[in-house]
C-alpha cells in the first residue's frame, strides 16, 4: 500500500515545529507502524536528511516508551494498543496519516514526536512507592491478601506510563496516571501505612507539574492502552479527601 | 586455518569461600568489611541501567547511604526490558510443601544449566531467591494469590515443583515497577542521582582500578565525564547481536564492549539462549521479534506438511499429509520437550523446505485438537491474551488457523567474567544481572532471570561493594586516563559521522544479525563458524568504510546512537565465533553439530571443556583464560528426553 504522512517535525524545544509531508511507498500491511517509520527514515538518512525522531524501545506494548498522536489519536484509534502494536493493516490504501507528539504543557516537546516525560517520574518521587529498604521484609505470607483486592491492585498498578491519558485529555490532565499508582498501593495491606500522605503528595505534585484537573471525560481510559478504569480516580479523590481531612 | 586465539594463565581464584556449600554466603557476608555509616556518604558508585539488577541495585546502595548516580539510555528507569519479561520469578519457598528446598532448586539450576555454571554461586542464588519475594511483597508487587490470600505458584520450564511466583503474564513488569519505585524514592530522598537519556560509551580505569564513566546525552550531544569509586554495570543481555530478537530495540552491547576492551574478561559469549515459541518474521522490514508463552505448548500441537514446499493453507492439508514431528521424533515428552531442543527440531524441519507461511520460516502450533476436546471457552480461558496478542501481529486468527511460531534469540547467558562477590577482572568494576555471565551456565530456565537479576541488585551487589569500598581509598583519578576515554568517545562519533557513505547502519545490523543466525545460531559446526569469521571483519570494514549516518555529534541524533552500537556489535560477534568455534562439544545453548550422540541429542565433553571460557581482549586476537569447573555436590549426567 501507498501512504501520505505529514508528520510534526521540530528540531528541540526552542523550534516552533511544522507538518511535513512525506510519500511512504510499498507499505506492507503487516508493518506495525513505527517499522513503517522505520522504512522511511532510512530512506532519509540514505538521502542526507534527519531522520524522524521517535521514542521505542520494547515494541511489545509494555515498556511505555512509545507514544504518538495518529489522526488525533492517542496511540491511533486501534483500542488498548500501544503505537508499537498498531498495524499497517488497520489503515486504507492511499490514506493521509497525520502523526503527532504528545502535546500538553508538562510533556515539553524535546525533538520530533520525543517529549520529555519526567513530571511522570517525579510525580512518582513524590510518594508513589512503599517505604521498604531491602532485607527488612518479613515473610511474604505474614500478611494474606484478599484475591479480589490483589486483582484490582494488580489491575491498576499494569499501567505502562506511557502518557496516552494526558495527550488524550482535553485538559492535560495526568489523573489517570496519578490514580492507577495511588488505586494500586492504597489496595493493598502494605500501602495503608501511607496512604494518606501518598495520595497528597501526588496529587500535589500532579498540579505542581502543570498537568490540567480531570472533568471525567473519560477520553484517558479510552484511550489507555492497557485499559486503567476510570474508577481509580474516584478512588485517588477519596483517598485525597480523606487524606485532608 | 589456524586459531584465532592464544591461551593465556588459567583463573584459579574465584573468591568462593571454602566449606560447605551452604555456609559460604553466610562467611562471605560476615567477613566483608564494612563501611562506617558517616562515610557513606563520601563514597560514590555510578550504576548504569535500570533494570531489575541495576534499578534494585541503585535503590539499595541509596537506602545504604552510599552517594549513587545512576544512567540509562531511556527517558524514564521504568523503561528498562525487564519490564518486558513475562512468566514469573523462581523462589525457593515451599509454600506448597511439596518437596522444593533451596538444595534443589540450586540441583535444578545446576543440572538445567547443562553443568557449566559455579555450584558457590548458583547455591547463594537459591539463598536469596526467598528474600526476593519477601522484598517484592513489602514493596506492593501484586502477584498472583489464592482464595485464601496467600501467594498462588505455578510450575514453570519443566520443574517439577511449583516454586514460580507470578503476576499473570507481566510479572517481570511488576517487579520492576517494585525496583522503580524504590529507586525513585532514594533519586526523591537525594541519595541517587538519576540520568535518563544517557548512554555510556567507554569506562574510566586509573591505576588498574575503574573509576568512573564517560557518556554521551542522548538529548545534547555532550559527552560527560563522570568519576566514582566504584562502577556497576547492569546494562543486560547482548542477544541483538542477531539483529532480530526479543530484546528491546535499544539493547546493545557497548557498555559491557567498552569495558572488555578496558580490560574486563568475558566469559562464555557464545551461550545463546533460543526461544521455540515466537511469531515468525514477516517481511525484511521486521524490527524485532515478540515471544509467546512457552505455555502454548502444553495443549498446541506442533507440526509442518510431510511434503517439501506444500503451499496449501493447513485447513486443506488432510491428517496423514501432516507430520507432528516432536510427538513423533520425541515420544515420551512430544511437544514439551525443553527449548533447545525444540527450536533446532523446527529449524530441521524449515531447512527441509517444509517450513510454513511467509520465507518458509515457520512451523504450525494448532489448538484445533484442545478446542474439540476442552471447547473453545476453557482455550480462551487459558490462552486468551496470547491468542489476541498473536492476533494483533500477524492478522490471522488462531481459533480457526493454527499458530505460526519460530525459534528467536531470547536470552544470553554470557557476559563479563565475574567472581563471587560480582566483581570483574578490573578491580572496581561489579556487573549484575544478564550482563554478568555468573549463574546460569550454558542454559538458562525459564523464570530465572528475574530472580537472578533482583538477587545480584537487592542482596549480592550492596554486601561485596562495601568490602571493596572499605578497603579504600584508592587516590586521585588520573586526568590523563579521563582524558584518554573522552577522547576515544570524540574519535568514534567523528569518526563514524563522516564515513558519508550509501549503506544505515541498521542495514550493516541486519545482514551481520542474519550471518549470525545462519552461522552460529541455533547449530554451528566448524565449517559455518570460520566462514562466519572470515565473513564478520569484511563486513566490519565494509561499515567502517561505507557507513551513512546523517546529522551532527551535539543534537538528539538516533542514528548516530544505533552506529555505535552497531560498530561494537560487530567486535563481539567474532569474539562469539572465537568462542563457539574452540568450544568444540555442545552444551545447552550451544549446539556444535559435530557433537551429537545417535539420536541427535546434544553431547557434552566434559574431560575437556568442563571450565568457564574468560576472553581477556588483545590486541593480536584475543587470549584464553580457563576458570575449571569443579562439582562437589551435583554429579555430573547427560539430559535425555526420550
Redesign the interface.
Known sequence: MNLTLKVWRQRGPQDKGRMVTYRVEDVSPDMSFLEMLDVLNERLILEGDDPIAFDHDCREGICGMCGMVINGYAHGEQVATTTCQLHMRHFEDEAVITVEPWRAAPFPVVKDLVVDRSSFDRIIQAGGFISVPAGSAPDAHSVPVKKADADAAFDAATCIGCGACVAACPNGSASLFTAAKITHLSLLPQGQPERDSRARAMVEQMDAEGFGGCTNTGECTASCPKGIPLDTIAQMNRDYLRASK | MGRHYTEGEPIRDTKAPAGPIEERWEKRKFGAKLVNPANKRKMHVIVVGTGLAGG?AA??LG?LGYNVTSFCY????????S??AQGGINAA?N?RGDGDSIYRLFYDTVKGGDFRARESNVYRLAQVSV?I????????V??????????DTRSFGGAQVSRTFY??G?TG??LL?GA???L??Q??AGTVK?N?RHEMLDLIVSDGRARGVIVRDM?TGEIERHLADAVVLATGGYGNVFFLS?N???CNTTAIWRAHRRGAMFANPCYTQIHPTCIPV??D????L??MSESLRNDGRVWVPVKAGDTRPAAEIPEQERDYYLERIYPAFGNLVPRDIASRAAKNVCDEGRGVGPGGLGVYLDFADAISRLGRDAVEKKYGNLFEMYE????EDPYSQPMRIYPAVHYTMGGLWVDYDLQSTIPGLFVVGEANFSDHGANRLGASALMQGLADG??VL?TTIGDYLANGPYGEVDDEAVAEAEAAVQSKIERLLSVNG???A??YHRELGKLMWDYCGMERTEESLRKALERIPELREEFWRNV????TAD??N??LERAGRVADFFDLAELMCIDALHRTESCGGHFRAESQDADGEALRDDENFAYVAAWEYGEQGPVLHKEALEYEYVTMSQRSYK
Open positions: 534494585s535503590a539499595t537506602e531511556q527517558d524514564s528507569p521504568r523503561r528498562a526490558h519490564i518486558a519457598k509454600y528474600n519475594i519477601d522484598q517484592a511483597v513489602a514493596q506492593g501484586p502477584f498472583a494469590r489464592e482464595y485464601g490470600g496467600l501467594l503476576a499473570r507481566q513488569q511488576q515497577l522503580y519505585q524504590a525513585e524514592r533519586i526523591a538519576m535518563t538529548v526479543t528491546a530495540k535499544g514477516s517481511g522490514y521486521q524490527s524485532k515478540t515471544l494483533r501481529i500477524t492478522g537487592y542482596f550492596p550509501t549503506r544505515t541498521d542495514s551513512k549516518v546523517s546529522g543534537e538528539l538516533q542514528a
